[in-house]
Every structure is written in C-alpha cells, then in structure tokens.
Nanobody, 124 residues
C-alpha cells in the first residue's frame, strides 16, 4: 500500500500560480503511476494530469493544456503539479492518486490509492 498527502493548495488570484505536492510513503513510489484529479463544488471528480512510473509519459485534460505541468521525483517519493495562469474555473479540491497500472491511467477506477485532497481557490 501507499499513503498520499497533498500540500500546496491555497487562495490565488486569477493569472497566478500554485505548485501542489503529493508526498508518498509505503511501498516503492516508483512502482506507481501517479495522477491528479479535481472536484469542484457540485461537479464530479475529473482527471487533470497523470505521469507514468518513470516520468517519461504524461497525459492531461484539455482544460489544462499549456497551463499545468506534472513532474515526479522518485528519490523524494513526491509528485508535483505546477499550475500557471490559473482561472476561477480551476477552483476545486485537488486529489493525488496512485495506480499500479502500466502507462498513464485517466479513469478514477484505475487508481487504488488516494490522498485527502487540498483546496485550490482562484479568485477573479
């Protein structure tokens, strides 16, 4: 198993930036593909960005293309989500998740382990 703890959320003005971190503990971090999901009030949780075990492959939602990037440091057991040019519609609780599937999964059911989430609020 793996335990995940997100950090880095907060309140930011539109156009600003935040970097989310997700620290993992437990079984070997490098054996998991990692993903970020988000859930806005009244909406379903959606996939944002994912990264393969080695970091060589990524996948992302069209809504964040060109604004968000993902990275991981397997020596620090941490995955990051750099969010630039934030918009009010990016406001949500952001969740980190780990999957033991190959590649870069994009569906919630493909991720077995989840963090508690961190709130991101973008003001207009």
């Amino acid at each position: 198993q793996v335990q995940l703890v997100e950090s880095g959320g907060g309140l930011v003005q539109a156009g600003g930036s935040l970097r989310l971190s997700c620290a993992a503990s437990g079984r070997a971090f490098s054996s998991y593909s990692m993903g970020w999901f988000r859930q806005a009030p009244g909406k379903e949780r959606e996939f944002v960005f994912g990264i393969s075990r080695s970091g060589g492959g990524t996948n992302y939602a069209d809504s964040v293309k060109g604004r968000f990037t993902i990275s991981r440091d397997n020596t620090k057991n941490t995955v990051y989500l750099q969010m630039n040019s934030l918009k009010p519609e990016d406001t949500a609780v952001y969740y980190c998740a780990a999957s033991d599937r190959i590649g870069v999964p994009t569906r919630q059911y493909q991720y077995a382990y989840w963090g508690q989430g961190t709130q991101v609020t973008v003001s207009s």
